[in-house]
């Protein structure tokens, strides 16, 4: 299997940078007809991968959505992930998972190893135990040709004070997991391990460079509900645009189940003519 990020840059190159946001919330359940409930957020979830597969080329479920119902959310969940792997979508399982490295090792075996129930292409993870704590993830992914995606930046306003906070080696918490993260990818092809930037920072005031991010993933939430737009995504991220995956999840999901499909291709052209 070639590795997450060869898997990545052909995706991008092929359906451009949009990613589906698969967030189950009720209130979009109830906007679809559909009930609160672990079988409400299966259809939903099989709708969102339907809609989704040919028109982009990459989704991100948001686990929480699922896991709020209990082991019958999970079972939906596991229903959407094969649904979406099946389909050819690469699939990013928001979970932010993080802890010691013999824990983190469990959670990286449950979302990265072929054959799991819960697999995924790639993970994102929480790094405020340290990058090095998530070793054991790293070589999963490895081995596997899977994908890790690092909290660096992120879109919620909340986050400011502790990602702009600056280490003792002069750099800000943000651009410390960047270069670190960005020290594991060698050689010029985008690689598998990226980070996680909200499109609603301005890379400027966290310290982060465009160039610091050009070989690696990034994964950028914020657009569409939470301000961002897609036609500033070349601006946001300057020489970096080429490997971003853009998502959005409530924006194009409230079209409702109906309006999904053209507003799903609306938003990828969007987003494709701004990287
Ligand atoms: O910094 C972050 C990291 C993750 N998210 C997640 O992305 C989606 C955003 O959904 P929208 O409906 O498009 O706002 C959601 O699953 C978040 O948990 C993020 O927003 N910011």
Aim: aromatic share 6%; hydrophobic share 45%.
């Amino acid at each position: 299997m070639p590795d997450f990020g060869s898997r990545l840059a052909a995706v991008l190159s092929d359906r451009g940078p949009l990613c589906l946001g698969i967030d189950a919330h009720p209130f979009l359940l109830a906007q679809w007809g559909l009930d609160d409930s672990p079988a409400g957020a299966r259809e939903f979830g099989l709708a969102a991968v339907e809609a989704a597969a040919g028109r982009v080329g990459v989704v991100k479920p948001q686990v929480a959505f699922f896991e709020r119902h209990g082991s019958a959310g999970y079972s939906a969940l596991e229903d959407v992930l094969a649904a979406a792997r099946e389909s050819g979508l690469l699939v990013i399982a928001d979970a932010k998972r993080g802890d010691i490295g013999s824990t983190v090792e469990a959670y990286g075996q449950a979302w990265l190893t072929p054959g799991s129930p819960l697999e995924a292409d790639a993970l994102t993870v929480v790094a405020y135990q340290g990058v090095g704590s998530l070793g054991e993830p790293l070589a999963l992914a490895r081995e596997h040709g899977k994908g890790l995606f690092v909290l660096a930046a992120t879109s919620n306003p909340e986050a400011v004070a502790t990602q702009t906070a600056v280490r003792s080696s002069g750099t800000t918490v943000a651009a410390g997991v960047v270069d670190e993260v960005a020290a594991l990818t060698r050689g010029s092809a985008l690689g598998s391990i990226g980070v996680v930037i909200g499109a609603t920072v301005a890379l400027d005031d966290y310290g982060v460079s465009p160039e610091s991010l050009e070989r690696i993933p990034v994964l950028a939430p914020g657009f569409g509900e939470q301000g961002a737009r897609l036609s500033d995504l070349g601006r946001l991220f300057g020489s970096a645009s080429g490997g971003v995956v853009a998502n959005v999840g409530r924006g194009i999901l409230r079209a409702g189940r109906a309006g999904l499909a053209d507003a799903l291709s609306a938003a990828a052209a969007e987003a494709r003519a701004a990287a």
